[in-house]
């Protein structure tokens, strides 16, 4: 029975790994209302290797705490190996390798200096950088109409344009290739083990235990098929966070925002219901069903399933761009009843380690029906509703925003939904804030 649920849920690899597409659009309205980022003075920009040099020996004790609480807290992490651990050994020329390999990241990732600019954002005689050069992906399919802008080391930025530019960068290729079975040097050498989920054939199928957290799936899918749960977003979510707290504490800001940012990418992404659940419109009577025709050699029930599921979260994820680009565009992002952003006054929660796994991503796993349901009544059914269709190909997905405008559907149950999960992201990413800027001063 496990080895043939392990088919069906395997086969999920198809599904987008991305949660939220362009997470700056989300992320600018919400932060820059925050008075902690609206006062802060501009701060010189700091290359990657610099930092590191600066914080060598703190470092190690950060990292050696984070991997001492991943041990203690994630069940099925799998430890760093020996070899791999972080020593301040002074030596500048491979500094940015052994940090890179401490925190298990993909050794291609560019990790240069630059910012992503939002919809409009004039360039300001800045250089225009191809996607090629902030991203090692060979297709880059979703970073269409973004301009990236070089920074050079010792300019001065104000932290609100790096933390936004950091929340989209773990999408650009961090976690690309980090298993054994991805046929990567990385792979060979990290210890994560063959990948639990997804596809490790695809560069961005190999990074979706990394984005997404199914920690609420029903009790007889965790029990036929435990692997599901192996994510390590959670992982990536407290480690950016110690490191983010690092920087600060030892005045090294650049670092302390981008990491931030970083992190804030992976709590964002399970503030998407697509990313809690496996396939959220599919009951588990409908799984065990499925799972029972496969057996048989009658797959078309599961391949219709998966298809329905792929092209819904791809639907959603363009449909939210669309209506936020348009809000830049229209220079309306500050009015915007789209993300209603907490108001800096009011009380925020606090935030522990645990909140991800415990709170975000079970809110977001009761929504996923539901968000489910909706999206198959308001988009085209060719869209979302004809299992036919391969909708990442279909040229006609890029005018779905124009296409609901013209129908006679409304989109207002469906807007309110999502501005419901931004509102998490708003509400929880804040408290993340606060917590690492606490945490910084101590």
Same mark, same amino acid.
């Given at each position: ?217 029903? &009790? *007889?899918?965790? $029990?036929? !098929?435990?692997? @599901? ?12 966070? #110690? ?118 991503? &079970? *809110?977001?796993? $009761?929504? !996923?029906?539901? @968000? ?12 979302? #509703? ?57």
């Amino acid at each position: 029975m496990k080895k043939y649920l392990l088919l069906i849920l395997w086969s999920f690899c198809v599904l987008p790994t991305s949660g939220w597409e362009l997470h700056p659009l989300m992320a600018d309205p919400i932060f820059r209302t925050m008075p902690e980022l609206s006062r802060r003075d501009s701060i010189p920009v700091v290359t990657l290797h610099d930092f590191l040099m600066a914080v060598e020996d703190s470092l190690s004790e950060t990292l050696a705490a984070t991997e001492k609480w991943a041990q203690a807290s994630i069940e099925w992490y799998h430890p760093l190996p020996r070899d791999l651990v972080f020593q301040p050994t002074g030596n500048r020329n491979d500094i940015t390798l052994r940090f890179i390999h401490a925190i298990r990241i993909n050794p291609e990732a560019k990790l240069i200096n630059y910012l992503q600019l939002l919809p409009g954002e004039a360039i300001s005689g800045r250089t225009i950088l191809p996607a090629q050069a902030v991203t090692p992906a060979k297709n880059p399919k979703f970073l269409y109409n973004v301009t990236f802008v070089a920074l050079d080391s010792g300019s001065v930025i104000d932290p609100l344009s790096v933390l936004v530019t950091a929340t989209d960068e773990p999408d650009h290729g961090l976690d690309i290739g980090l298993y054994a079975d991805n046929q990567t040097p990385a792979g060979a050498i990290y210890g994560f083990g063959v990948q639990p989920f997804g596809n490790p054939n695809l560069d961005y199928g190999s990074q979706a235990p990394f984005h997404m957290g199914f920690f609420h799936e029903a &009790r *007889i899918v965790n $029990a036929l !098929a435990p692997y @599901l749960q192996e994510s390590y977003v959670t992982y990536r979510i407290e480690l950016y966070r #110690n490191l983010s707290s690092l920087a600060f504490r030892l005045g090294q800001d650049y670092w302390g925002w981008r990491f931030m940012g970083w992190g804030l990418h992976y709590l964002a992404d399970l503030t998407q219901p697509y990313h809690a659940r496996a396939l959220p419109g599919t009951s588990t009577l409908k799984m065990i069903t499925m799972n029972a025709l496969d057996i048989l050699g009658f797959s078309g029930m599961k391949d219709r399933a998966i298809q329905l599921v792929s092209n819904r979260h791809t639907a959603l994820e363009v449909y939210e761009r669309q209506v936020l680009e348009n809000v830049y565009y229209a220079d309306t992002v500050k009015s915007s009843n789209y993300i209603e952003v907490k108001a800096p006054d009011m009380p925020l929660p606090e935030y522990a380690p645990n909140v991800p796994r415990q709170i975000i991503s &079970r *809110i977001s796993a $009761a929504n !996923a029906r539901k @968000l489910d349901r909706m999206i198959s009544r308001t988009f085209p059914d060719k869209f979302v #509703n004809d299992s036919a269709i391969e909708l990442g190909d279909d040229p006609e997905l890029y005018q779905i925003l124009a296409i609901v405008k013209q129908s006679d559907v409304t989109t207002t149950p469906l807007d309110a939904l999502i501005t419901d999960e931004m509102n998490t992201f708003a509400t929880y990413g804040q408290a993340y804030l606060h917590n690492i800027l606490d945490s910084g001063r101590k």
